[in-house]
T-cell receptor, first 118, second 111 residues
Framework: GAVVSQHPSWVICKSGTSVKIECRSLDFQATTMFWYRQFPKQSLMLMATSNEGSKATYEQGVEKDKFLINHASLTLSTLTVTSAHPEDSSFYIC??????????????FGPGTRLTVL | LAKTTQPISMDSYEGQEVNITCSHNNIATNDYITWYQQFPSQGPRFIIQGYKTKVTNEVASLFIPADRKSSTLSLPRVSLSDTAVYYCLVGAPMGNEKLTFGTGTRLTIIP
């Protein structure tokens, strides 16, 4: 199946700093990627839809100025958590749609990035 | 997106067949049913997708009745490594639609 990678797999930062997380589709092009956040023992919550070459679409309650999303190419989307605080500590997961003919038309998820803000 | 309802948790012994049922009473005509598996600290992994009747692949089967208001994921002869959270989602077949995850079913396999 289609492969999606994330980097880094985990990161620890000090409060007030910014952290960038990368999401790459390794063997397919993705015009649309999604960013999710997951707190312990909870389900995935969609944060935003990342569109190549245009602005991201944020879900209600997600601060666009805090969670900056850039989708500069068909294989890369980045999420930057600006001025991170301890409450931003979470598991961040991206997904991408692989619409290649002959494959299942669904989304494939990255392995996730564990962010811990001290 | 149609809302789904699943059992919060299930336990099963190794070697047994496990069936997890998902209710989606408001499923739309164009919606497909997709199941994902998630291990701790990992991203969800696609298991199976279907529209109606029965779909089978190398890891699971998906049974969908004629009214499509529910679906059942069947895992044959489970092992300890099948312990995970299983999510049922319904939505348009185009993978570029945003997905809404429900609570999922936490499946625990007992040795």
């Amino acid at each position: 199946g289609a492969v999606v990678s994330q980097h880094p797999s985990w990161v620890i930062c000090k409060s007030g700093t910014s952290v960038k997380i990368e999401c790459r589709s390794l063997d397919f092009q993705a015009t649309t990627m999604f960013w999710y956040r997951q707190f312990p023992k909870q389900s995935l919550m969609l944060m935003a839809t990342s569109n190549e070459g245009s602005k991201a679409t944020y879900e209600q309650g997600v601060e666009k100025d805090k969670f900056l999303i850039n989708h500069a190419s068909l294989t890369l989307s980045t999420l930057t958590v600006t001025s991170a605080h301890p409450e931003d500590s979470s598991f961040y997961i991206c997904s991408a749609h692989s619409g290649t003919s002959g494959t299942t038309d669904t989304q494939y998820f990255g392995p996730g990035t564990r962010l811990t803000v001290l | 997106l149609a809302k789904t309802t699943q059992p919060i948790s299930m336990d099963s012994y190794e070697g047994q067949e496990v069936n997890i049922t998902c209710s989606h009473n408001n499923i739309a005509t164009n919606d497909y049913i997709t199941w994902y598996q998630q291990f701790p600290s990992q991203g969800p992994r696609f298991i199976i997708q279907g529209y109606k009747t029965k779909v089978t692949n190398e890891v699971a089967s998906l049974f969908i009745p004629a009214d499509r208001k529910s679906s059942t994921l069947s895992l044959p002869r489970v092992s300890l490594s099948d312990t995970a959270v299983y999510y049922c989602l319904v939505g348009a077949p185009m993978g570029n639609e945003k997905l809404t995850f429900g609570t999922g079913t936490r499946l625990t396999i007992i040795p």
